[in-house]
C-alpha cells in the first residue's frame, strides 16, 4: 500500500470516514504490535492478502470504493495531520543535545568483556521470576572481542524512555549560535509549541527527551555506550506502536559483531546492554601498525595528534545510532530511537583554527574562542529530517500497513516542524541524516527569490569526499544515508532569509497517493516553491535567517582535496557474490523464534530463491583478512532500495554496469548504497580486524522489518574470535541460543 492524505479541503464527512478508518487500522497495529495477533491470522481472517496488502473493507481500508471513503484528487485516504493554526518557521531549530563524556568509573556496575549475569527480579508482565541485569547474550562467545587491548576510555550512558520533558539540555554552543533558546528553560516534547505535548507511550526517544542526542567521540579512544532500556515492562503500554525490546545498531561502526547491534541481540525493559566501541581505523592491525604515519591521528587536548595505527584514507566523521529490533525498527527508530554520533580525527577534528598541516579544518569552530582543542559545534551543524504524521489529537501516529512505505505529511528537523535557524555571514557545515521510514528527500538551496544557490558536498554517509563537489541541488538521499555539506553564509546580507527545499515529491498521480515505492518525480525548484505539489512534504523546510556578521574572522577552508579512497589494486578480489532484492518471497525453515514471513526477500547468487529474513541463517560468508565484489540487484517492480551492508566501508565500482553512472559525490566510500528502480550497483569491501555475525538489508524500514534482510558471517577458518556466533533468542529471564545454519552460497 501506499501513503495517503487527504485533502484539506476534503468534506468534513469525508474526513470523519477516513478518521474511522485510520482508527479501525490501528486498533490492528495495536494488535500486532502487542504480539496478540500475527499477521498469519490476519491473512486468516480476510483482513489482509497473501501478498501484503490490506483488503479492500469499507471502514477499514481508505482505498475502498464506498459512499464513505472514495478517491479525489490529491492526497487522498487518511486526515491529513491537523497544524492546530501554525504556520511555518514560526519556531526556532534546537541543536542536538550533547551527551556527557564520562569517566568510565562512573558506571556501577563496572563493564565487563563478559555479559553481566548479576540476576534481578523480572516484572511480573515479562514472566516474572529472575534474569540477568545485562541483556546482552552471555558467555565467552559473546564477550567483547579484543576488550584488554581497547579498555574504554570513555562512558556514555543513556535510557530509552518515554516521552518526557527535558530538564538538562546541553548543546554545547552559546545561546546566540542556537537561535536564543536558553537552555535551562523545561523543553517539554513537542513538535510544535502551540502543539499539544505528546503523551509518554507516544514517543520514545534517548532519555525521553528532545532534541535528537549527539555523541562525540575521537580515533584511539574507546567508548563503553551503556545503553538502559527504560520502557514499560507492560506491551500494551505502547501507544499503539512500538516494541519495548530494544538492539541499538550503531551505523556503521567499524567493530565486533556483538556491539553491532545485531536484530536478534535485543533486550528487556529494566535491562541494560553494554556496546563497546573501539573506534579505531579500518586496517588497525595490517596498514601503518606502529602508527607511523602522522595523518592517521587523533586529536588530542593540547592541540597537537596522537598518532594511531590503521589506514587514513579510512577515516570517518558522521554517523549515528538507531534501534535495530527484528521487524519492529521501523516502529521504533520513527518512534524516537535515532540519534548521531560524530567522530573526530587529525584530519577532521573540529577545531578550524589550528593549522597543522593535517587539519581540513572544515568549518566548525575555533579552539583560541571555546578553548576547546576538538569538538566543536559553533558552525558545525547536525540535522536530522524524518517526515511524520500526526492522528487528530496530534500524536505521534504510525500504520505498519504501509509495506512499500510509509510517507508522513509533516516535515520534521531535528523533531521540530518546518524550523527556522539564524546562521552568521560566514560558512557552516550540515551534517544531513535521513532518518525518515521511506522517504526520499531531494535538497536544494533557495534564495528569496527562488533561485538555486550553491551547495558544497563535502561528505557521503560516515565519510569525506576526495574532493568536494559543488551542486545547485543534491542527489536524491536515500534513508539512512548521509550527506554532509557546507553553505556560505557570506553572500547574502543580514536580514537575508535563505531556504532547503526538498525537490522529491513522492505523489504518485497514476494512484492519487504518496508512493513509498520511490520518489515519483525530481521538480525543479520553481516547481517545489510553486506550491502546485500534492506532496505536503516537498517545498521549503528550515529557513535560514542571516542575522549578523561573525565577531571573528571566518578561517575555516574547503580544500580542494579532503580523503583519497583507499588504493586496493594491490589487494585480490577473493571472490564475487550477487544479492537480488524483491518481491514474492518465501521462508523455508519458518523459525518461530529467528524468522518472519513478508512480501519482501533477498536472494543469494542466484540459488534458492527469494527468501523472506530468518537471522538464524547465513547467506554468505566472506573470509577474514580477504577482499570480495558484491553486486546488489534490484529484482524490479518499481521500488527503490537503500541497501545497508553493516561493518566496514565500501567503494561503488559501478552502477548498472558501468563507472561513468556513479557520480562525482557517490565516488568516495558509502556504506547506504542505492539500488534505484530496475537498478543495479556494484561494490568492493575488505573484511579484517573483527569477526562475527553482520547484516544486510534495505534501510526503507517497512521493507527490512517485512523481511528484507539477511545474516552474513565473516568466515575465519576456525580461528577462535571468528566462529560462527550461535544464535540468540532473548527472553527477560536470560538469552538462549539456537545453532545457525548455512546455505549453500555461504560456503
Keep these: 500500500m501506499d501513503s495517503f492524505y487527504l485533502n484539506p479541503r476534503a468534506s468534513r464527512a469525508r474526513l470523519r470516514a477516513a478518521e474511522n478508518a485510520r482508527r479501525n487500522r490501528a486498533e490492528l497495529v495495536r494488535e500486532l504490535s502487542w504480539g496478540r495477533v500475527s499477521r498469519r491470522d490476519l491473512i486468516k481472517w480476510g483482513l489482509f492478502t497473501?501478498?501484503?496488502?490490506?483488503?479492500?473493507?469499507?471502514?477499514?481500508?481508505?482505498?475502498?470504493?464506498?459512499?464513505?471513503?472514495?478517491?479525489?484528487?490529491?492526497?487522498?485516504?487518511?486526515?491529513?495531520?491537523?497544524?492546530?493554526?501554525?504556520?511555518?518557521f514560526t519556531q526556532p531549530m534546537p541543536r542536538f543535545d550533547c551527551i556527557a563524556r564520562n569517566p568510565v568509573s562512573t558506571l556501577n556496575p563496572a563493564p565487563t568483556a563478559e555479559a553481566n549475569q548479576t540476576s534481578q527480579p523480572v516484572d511480573a508482565a515479562l514472566g516474572g521470576g529472575t534474569g540477568p541485569i545485562e541483556g546482552r547474550p552471555p558467555g565467552?562467545?559473546?564477550?567483547?572481542?579484543?576488550?584488554?587491548?581497547?579498555?574504554?576510555?570513555?562512558?556514555?550512558?543513556?535510557?530509552?524512555?518515554?516521552?518526557?520533558?527535558?530538564?538538562?539540555?546541553?548543546?554545547?554552543?552559546?545561546?546566540?549560535?542556537?537561535?536564543?533558546i536558553d537552555p535551562t528553560a523545561p523543553m517539554p516534547l513537542r513538535f510544535h509549541p502551540e502543539w499539544p505535548i505528546q503523551n509518554s507511550n507516544?514517543?520514545?526517544?534517548?532519555?525521553?527527551?528532545?532534541?535528537p542526542k549527539l555523541v562525540r567521540a575521537r580515533y584511539g579512544e574507546p567508548i563503553l555506550f551503556r545503553h538502559h532500556n527504560g520502557l514499560p515492562a507492560n506491551v500494551t503500554e505502547n501507544g499503539g506502536f512500538g516494541r519495548h525490546t530494544i538492539s541499538t545498531h550503531e551505523h556503521n561502526g567499524h567493530h565486533g559483531a556483538e556491539n553491532d547491534g545485531f536484530t536478534g541481540a535485543f533486550f528487556f525493559p529494566d535491562?541494560?546492554?553494554?556496546?563497546?566501541?573501539?573506534?579505531?581505523?579500518?586496517?588497525?592491525?595490517?596498514?601503518?601498525?606502529?602508527?607511523?604515519d602522522k595523518i592517521a591521528s587523533s586529536p588530542n587536548?593540547?592541540?597537537?595528534?596522537?598518532?594511531?595505527?590503521?589506514?587514513?584514507?579510512?577515516?570517518?566523521?558522521?554517523?549515528?545510532?538507531?534501534?535495530?529490533?527484528f521487524s519492529f525498527t521501523a516502529q521504533n527508530v520513527y518512534k524516537g530511537n535515532a540519534a548521531m554520533f560524530n567522530i573526530y580525527s587529525g584530519l577532521d577534528r573540529g577545531a578550524e583554527d589550528i593549522n597543522d598541516g593535517v587539519n581540513l579544518r572544515l568549518p566548525s569552530g575555533q579552539a583560541k574562542v571555546t578553548g576547546k582543542s576538538w569538538g566543536n559545534l559553533d558552525?558545525?551543524?547536525?540535522?536530522?529530517?524524518?517526515?511524520?504524521?500526526?492522528?487528530?489529537?496530534?500524536?505521534?501516529?504510525?500504520?505498519?500497513?504501509?509495506?512499500?512505505?510509509?510517507?508522513?505529511?509533516?516535515?520534521?528537523?531535528?523533531?521540530?516542524?518546518?524550523?527556522?535557524?539564524?546562521?552568521?555571514?560566514?560558512?557552516?557545515?550540515?551534517?544531513?541524516?535521513?532518518?525518515?521510514?521511506?522517504?526520499?528527500?531531494?535538497?536544494?538551496l533557495a534564495n528569496a527569490a527562488g533561485v538555486a544557490q550553491p551547495i558544497v558536498q563535502i561528505g557521503n554517509d560516515g565519510n569525506l569526499l576526495p574532493a568536494p563537489v559543488t551542486l545547485l541541488a543534491l542527489d536524491q538521499q536515500g534513508i539512512a544515508e548521509r550527506y554532509d555539506i557546507v553553505i556560505d553564509f557570506s553572500k547574502f546580507s543580514v536580514g537575508d532569509k535563505v531556504h532547503l527545499v526538498n525537490l522529491a515529491d513522492h505523489f504518485d498521480p497514476e494512484i492519487g497517493a504518496l508512493s513509498g515505492k520511490?520518489?515519483?518525480?525530481?521538480?525543479?525548484?520553481?516547481?517545489?516553491?510553486?506550491?502546485?505539489?500534492?506532496?505536503?512534504?516537498?517545498?521549503?523546510?528550515?529557513?535560514?535567517?542571516?542575522?549578523r556578521d561573525p565577531a571573528q574572522r571566518d578561517v575555516s577552508q574547503v580544500p580542494a582535496t579532503m580523503i583519497p579512497n583507499?588504493?586496493?589494486?594491490?589487494?585480490?578480489?577473493?571472490?564475487?557474490?550477487?544479492?537480488?532484492?524483491?518481491?514474492?518471497?518465501?521462508?523455508?525453515?519458518?523459525?518461530?523464534?529467528?524468522a518472519f514471513i513478508g512480501p519482501w526477500g533477498i536472494q543469494t547468487d542466484n540459488q534458492g530463491g527469494m527468501l523472506d529474513a530468518d537471522y538464524n541463517r547465513v547467506s554468505a560468508a566472506p573470509r577474514f583478512g580477504t577482499r570480495e565484489v558484491w553486486h546488489l540487484v534490484n529484482g524490479g517492480g518499481g521500488w527503490d532500495h537503500p541497501i545497508h551492508i553493516h561493518f566496514e566501508e565500501g567503494q561503488v565500482l559501478a552502477r548498472d554496469g558501468s563507472l561513468a553512472n556513479v557520480p562525482a559525490a557517490e565516488r568516495g566510500r558509502k556504506d547506504v548504497y542505492r539500488l534505484r528502480p530496475g537498478g543495479s550497483i556494484t561494490i568492493t569491501m575488505q573484511f579484517r580486524d573483527w569477526g562475527g555475525m553482520y547484516m544486510e538489508h534495505c534501510h526503507n524500514t517497512m521493507h527490512e522489518d517485512n523481511a528484507m534482510l539477511l545474516r552474513w558471517e565473516i568466515n575465519g577458518g576456525g580461528d577462535a574470535f571468528l566462529r560462527p556466533l550461535p544464535t540468540p533468542v532473548p527472553t527477560p529471564q536470560g538469552v538462549l541460543f539456537e545453532d545457525p545454519y548455512d546455505l549453500p552460497t555461504a560456503r
Design 50 to 88: 497473501s501478498a501484503g496488502l490490506l483488503a479492500p473493507i469499507g471502514g477499514l481500508n481508505p482505498f475502498v470504493a464506498s459512499a464513505r471513503a472514495q478517491s479525489v484528487a490529491g492526497p487522498t485516504g487518511a486526515p491529513p495531520s491537523p497544524r492546530f493554526g501554525c504556520l511555518p
Design 140 to 180: 565467552q562467545v559473546w564477550a567483547h572481542q579484543r576488550f584488554a587491548q581497547f579498555p574504554p576510555a570513555i562512558a556514555v550512558e543513556m535510557t530509552q524512555h518515554p516521552a518526557r520533558t527535558n530538564t538538562s539540555y546541553n548543546p554545547d554552543v552559546a545561546s546566540a549560535l542556537n537561535c536564543g
Design 202 to 211: 507516544s514517543v520514545w526517544t534517548f532519555n525521553g527527551t528532545i532534541p
Design 271 to 292: 535491562q541494560f546492554y553494554d556496546y563497546h566501541w573501539p573506534v579505531v581505523l579500518a586496517g588497525h592491525f595490517s596498514i601503518n601498525k606502529n602508527a607511523t
Design 301 to 325: 587536548d593540547r592541540g597537537g595528534l596522537t598518532r594511531v595505527p590503521g589506514d587514513w584514507h579510512e577515516t570517518m566523521s558522521t554517523h549515528w545510532f538507531h534501534d535495530h529490533m
Design 379 to 444: 558552525y558545525d551543524v547536525n540535522l536530522m529530517l524524518a517526515d511524520k504524521a500526526f492522528d487528530s489529537q496530534g500524536q505521534l501516529f504510525f500504520d505498519i500497513f504501509e509495506f512499500d512505505g510509509f510517507i508522513g505529511d509533516v516535515m520534521t528537523v531535528n523533531l521540530v516542524e518546518e524550523p527556522y535557524f539564524e546562521v552568521e555571514r560566514r560558512k557552516y557545515r550540515f551534517r544531513i541524516l535521513n532518518a525518515s521510514v521511506s522517504r526520499f528527500f531531494k535538497i536544494a
Design 518 to 547: 520511490k520518489v515519483i518525480k525530481d521538480l525543479s525548484v520553481a516547481a517545489a516553491l510553486s506550491g502546485t505539489s500534492l506532496d505536503p512534504c516537498v517545498g521549503r523546510f528550515l529557513e535560514f535567517r542571516v542575522v
Design 566 to 594: 583507499p588504493n586496493l589494486s594491490a589487494i585480490p578480489v577473493t571472490r564475487e557474490r550477487t544479492f537480488e532484492f524483491g518481491r514474492g518471497a518465501s521462508q523455508p525453515v519458518p523459525d518461530p523464534n529467528t
